[in-house]
């Protein structure tokens, strides 16, 4: 088994140093001479000239990458380029924000839509089941944008019941006062397209030969449903959970935008508006590792969760 | 990891010993008969109907046989819709409200006033010019933004916008798509190494970051938030073509095919392409609608359109504002617009799926 991580290691290697690469094409030669982007905000020509031996961009390519690729392993981005705050602090202290809306989010969606797909899997034709179907498309169908400015207008400005917006620095108030409408909208528009995943998981799993088996030895249909159908149903089911958890570190950035949310996603947000580059270069080759980590991750866990899979 | 069949020239094929059989009655293709499934699919047909109008709607306005007029400001600032008579007008309220100054006698000031020998020539001039009393109107079918712009008009014109980007990025996405997963599906070894590496680079980065950090580098524009939409959407159809092309292209035909001589290039898209086309086209159609999202999400940020433009996107984010005093026309009509096509499109695109799937018979 630590044979099959330590060659798993060793592949991420290339797609690592490929996504660096992406990330330096992108930002050192696409998004053209730093010292332009800087211009509109220094105007003093040796400054500018200053601030491009500073950071390596008079140098040649290689030199530049190197640099590039010594910042990824150092963890050290340098500053912004806006508000001159060091890139490691804005992550750290961007992460935290992020999580105290993800993390509650990725909980009550996954047990809601699991739940709600056991159920509508269970009524499985009926009429129920074609019409949460219909209510589940047409729920899709609407733009994430509608349902945070009505949720806002109405249940902030309207109604009252939760702040417009804001952020406090008790973690507490956070999570009872500000978070509570932006994690509802996030789990309410994020239900229909996971209930409709799940319960095709678990259709795909009711028409299996040990299901049949398991009715003929005459087990009642909610042990064969919850019991059966379901455990085997969870590998699909989490595999879709880890690909979604590397989107937590993002977060919502729309929430983050609209309710103010001092967290990753507005920051990135911000970054792309006023051009901050090494605030975007940093996020984007962080979150790029902690993808292929959990993906390594969750392929050690299925040896776990499905004993058919071997380690090869 | 599966690799497709080596490229070997076959030299001498001999078509002679084919055997000359009269073609017998066609039997229906793939394709005729998903159509006539299709057919008897009544929301499917629906929705066809309903997405063509979309597309004509947006085609005619492209061409300027409607709403080309839009930013006329042909009404009073947030004029109610039509169908809200009461509804009270902001502008309206408010100048009635305010009490007109009486207009006694004009001063008289021509004996000290330099430019006085010149009042007859002007009230001459100003006599010749034609005066047109001009009015804006109250109400209009589905009411006006802040600017009196028609919203019935804007949101046709914003149609124009979001479903250019959806569909040409869509069409770009999936054309990367299906060529790199033919490659690699068809030719394996190397080159399926090289494009592998590929997609896991691109799909190792989350995705909003992966648009995020082209829209950072690239300028703003129509052209640009296509391209981003195309160049960072392709791999989900990508890994399911070369799925495709693995299976395919070990199968007999493709055997068949290269035994008679057929080249490369023809076995991998005159023969292998039409039998994986329907993936092709459901992914096709279902990237239509998510680009179509994504560019309203996008210009909503100021990462999309100029502001020059109109679209779903920036019609959205000039509704936030609106809600607040109130006029709510401009966000139903840009919502629910998008709401519909996107719903016509994606249960086009599952009546499709089941249409195309030979196992549902």
Do not use: C
Request: aromatic share 10%; hydrophobic share 55%.
């Amino acid at each position: 088994m630590s044979a099959y991580i330590l060659r798993r290691l060793w592949q991420i290697l290339p797609t690592l140093a490929g996504v660096i690469l992406l990330v330096f094409i992108l930002f050192n030669w696409v998004g053209g001479d730093p010292a332009l982007v800087l211009a509109g905000k220094v105007t003093d020509p040796a400054q500018i000239e200053n601030i491009r031996r500073q950071l390596g961009v008079d140098q040649p390519w290689w030199v530049q990458l190197w640099i590039f690729v010594q910042q990824v392993f150092t963890f050290d981005f340098g500053r912004s380029w806006s508000t001159n705050e060091e890139v490691s602090r804005i992550l750290l202290t961007r992460i935290g924000p992020t999580l105290t809306i993800m993390v509650p989010v990725l909980v009550l969606e996954t047990t809601l839509a699991v739940l709600l797909a056991v159920l509508v899997a269970y009524v499985r034709g009926t009429v129920t089941d074609r019409a949460i179907m219909i209510i589940t498309t047409a729920a899709m169908s609407i733009s994430f944008l509608v349902y945070i400015i009505v949720a806002q207008w109405l249940f902030g400005f309207q109604l009252g019941w939760f702040p417009v917006q804001g952020w406090t620095n008790s973690f507490l108030t956070n999570l009872t006062v500000y978070a509570p409408l932006p994690i509802l909208l996030a789990v309410l528009v994020g239900l229909a397209p996971q209930l409709r995943l799940y319960r095709s998981f678990l259709l795909d799993e009711i028409n299996q030969d040990y299901v049949r088996t398991a009715r003929a030895k005459g087990l009642p249909e909610r042990r064969v449903m919850l019991k059966h159908v379901l455990r085997n149903a969870m590998i699909p089911i989490l595999t879709n959970i880890a690909i979604y958890l590397p989107g937590l570190f993002v977060g919502s950035f729309l929430l983050e935008v609209f309710f103010a949310i001092p967290g990753l996603g507005r920051e990135i947000v911000g970054a792309v508006n006023r051009s901050d580059f090494p605030v975007i270069k940093a996020v984007t080759v962080y979150l790029a590792m902690l993808t292929m980590l959990v993906n390594l991750l969750v392929d050690v866990l299925y040896r776990f969760v499905d004993p058919r899979v071997s380690f090869k | 990891m599966t690799t497709g069949p080596q490229a070997t020239p076959v030299g001498a094929a001999s078509a002679a010993t084919v055997a000359m059989v009269p073609p017998a009655r066609r039997s229906p293709g793939l394709w005729a008969l998903a159509w006539a499934r299709l057919r008897r699919d009544r929301v499917a047909m629906l929705s066809l109907a309903i997405a063509a109008l979309f597309i004509a709607v947006m085609l005619a306005s492209r061409l300027g046989l409607v709403a080309a007029n839009w930013d006329e400001e042909i009404a009073v600032s947030y004029a109610s819709p039509a169908f809200l008579p009461d509804a009270e007008n902001l502008e309206a309220a408010r100048s009635a409200g305010i009490p007109r100054p009486d207009a006694g006698p004009p001063v008289d000031i021509s004996d000290i006033d330099p430019l006085a020998p010149h009042y007859g020539e002007w009230a001459e001039r100003s006599a010749a010019l034609e005066q047109v009393e001009g009015s804006r109107r109250t109400t209009l079918p589905f009411g006006a933004d802040k600017w009196g712009h028609d919203v019935l008009l804007k949101t046709i014109k914003g149609s124009e916008v979001s479903i250019t980007v959806g569909l040409v990025a869509a069409l770009l996405a999936t054309l990367f798509g299906t060529l790199l997963g033919a490659l690699a599906g068809y030719w394996g070894g190397r080159v399926d190494d090289v494009l592998e590496w590929f997609y896991n680079v691109f799909t190792s980065i989350p995705y909003i970051l992966l648009i995020l950090s082209f829209a950072a580098v690239l300028s703003q524009g129509l052209v640009t938030i296509i391209l981003i939409l195309g160049l960072t959407g392709w791999t989900g159809i990508y890994r399911l073509v070369r799925a495709e092309y693995v299976k395919h292209s070990a199968r007999e035909y493709v055997r068949a095919a290269q035994a008679i001589g057929v080249t490369d290039l023809s076995r991998m898209f005159a023969h292998i392409l039409p039998n994986a086309s329907h993936v092709v086209l459901v992914q096709f159609s279902q990237h239509f609608v998510q680009f179509i999202k994504a560019e309203v999400i996008l210009s909503f940020l100021g990462l999309g359109v100029p502001v020059t433009m109109v679209s779903w996107g920036t019609m959205l984010a000039e509704a936030q504002e609106e809600l607040i005093i109130g006029k709510w026309w401009q966000l139903t009509a840009a919502g629910v617009s998008m709401a519909v096509l996107v719903t016509a499109i994606s249960l086009l695109a599952d009546a499709m799926r089941d249409a195309l799937d030979p196992k549902i018979r």
